[in-house]
């Protein structure tokens, strides 16, 4: 494993038949030797590579050893590399370099031992390759902490994200059980209210215009619980992208005019009047159920919202546009929640104040958008509100 990592050897001397003996001595196939015969050279190949350590030969003529190894001292790129000197003098010469403290530094002496010259090369480069070694583990290390550290911030946002969920999913839970109550418990309450006359025998309970009445309570509350199981499907067709548009060739004007007629109990029931202006025909093809679930969303929010106020529906054509208008005169929506309402669960008003899973618009939006068309509003709070769907005609 640590012989995996290139040794580069540095060898200088002016005489190019001691270079050649000295690299001869040195060699192997995992080291790689560098000759110099003059300092000068040297440094052109200490600045060009990285060199395990270099062996100088103390006499040459221009700059010597000990010159150039103080020059390599003096580099942030040289100075730690390890330097062994050559030298034919006498020991007491190796005090001549001054730069031991800042680096190890070694001495051969011609002539040379060649076991002295091998066993010293061994040591150097085995350092060196520990070290570099060192280095790369102590990389590694690095470069796994802040792995890790990118790991944790990641899970640390789907912690988030997942809190998020759960608490949206348990006000949801909270919001649909309070809304499918509401229509039960009207059911149940008419149902024991019918056990009891039934008890008591009272066939007056149950004449013919009685019966009637019972019966459009009875759909009422049980077409609101379908809406509001629809409207779940809805939302669940459209995360999973199987919310399917079928165009047919239809009539808007005729559409929104069945659609008041169907409207009109709810209208009674909240005490509100609905205008329509639909003068002329407003062919295209659209879906026509999602359409009418559109137009019906948001007739319901004008009753809803409208604070009884007149309601005014319009439609008609603008250059390559069809286009239903619903205004009313109600609570209006602040500009800070015009964006907010068309995503799902999303309500301006208090959660149970007012009855609602704040899905309607929701659902509305993708509709208009899958048909490649766009619904708007234009608001101020306490002016009421005018929602306008647009459809490529
Ligand atoms: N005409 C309107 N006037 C004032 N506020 C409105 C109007 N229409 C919608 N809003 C606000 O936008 C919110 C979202 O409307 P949306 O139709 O999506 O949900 P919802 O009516 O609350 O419930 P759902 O339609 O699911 O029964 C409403 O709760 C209400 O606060
Ligand atoms: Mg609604």
Redesign the pocket.
């Known amino acids: 494993m640590l012989s995996n990592i290139q040794a580069k050897l540095l060898i200088v001397d002016d005489l190019p038949e001691n270079l050649l003996a000295l690299e001869a001595l040195i060699k192997r196939e995992d080291r790689m030797v560098y000759k110099a015969l003059s300092a000068d050279e040297a440094l052109s190949l200490l600045l060009q590579h990285e060199f395990a350590m270099a062996i100088l030969d103390v006499q040459m003529p221009g700059m010597n050893g000990f010159e150039l190894a103080e020059m390599m001292r003096g580099t942030e790129k040289t100075k730690n590399i390890p330097i062994v000197f050559v030298s034919a003098a006498g020991r007491e010469l190796n005090y001549a370099f001054k730069g031991y403290e800042s680096g190890a530094v070694d001495f051969l002496h011609k002539p040379l031992d060649i076991h002295a010259v091998k066993s010293k090369v061994n040591v150097f480069v085995d350092l060196y390759r520990q070290s570099k070694a060192m280095k790369q583990q102590v990389e590694a290390l690095e470069r796994s902490r802040r792995e890790q550290e990118a790991l944790l911030k990641q899970l640390q946002s789907t912690q988030l994200e997942l809190e998020q969920a759960v608490r949206m999913r348990d006000d949801f839970m909270s919001i649909v059980a309070h809304e499918v109550r509401t229509p039960l418990n009207g059911l149940i309450l008419e149902t024991q209210l019918r056990k009891m006359h039934l008890a008591r025998d009272n066939a007056a309970a149950f004449t013919l215009d009685k019966m009637h009445a019972m019966v459009d309570r009875d759909e009422r509350q049980i077409k609101s619980l379908i809406r509001l199981i629809e409207?779940m499907l809805d939302v669940s067709r459209i995360r999973t992208g199987k919310l399917s548009i079928r165009p047919s060739r239809f009539d808007l004007s005729a559409l929104v005019r069945n659609l008041l007629q169907n409207f009109a109990p709810q209208i009674d029931a909240a005490e509100s009047s609905v205008t329509l202006d639909a003068e002329t025909p407003v062919e295209g093809n659209w879906d026509e159920f999602r359409i009418e679930q559109v137009i019906s969303?948001l007739l319901?929010?004008?009753l809803?919202?409208?604070a009884k106020s007149p309601i005014a529906v319009k439609v008609y054509s603008e250059g390559d546009q069809a286009r239903v208008e619903v205004r009313?005169q109600?609570?209006?929506?602040g500009e800070e929640n015009q964006k907010r309402?068309f995503q799902q669960f999303?309500?301006?008003?208090a959660k149970h104040a007012v009855?609602?899973?704040?899905?309607?618009?929701?659902i509305s939006e993708q509709i208009v958008t899958a048909h490649g068309g766009t619904i708007t509003v234009e608001s101020r709070i306490g002016e009421g509100?005018l929602?306008r769907v647009c459809l490529p005609l």
């Open positions: 409207d969303n319901t929010n004008a809803r919202y409208g009313d109600g609570i209006g929506i309402i999303e309500r301006v008003t009855a609602g899973l704040g899905l309607g618009l929701f509100a929602f």
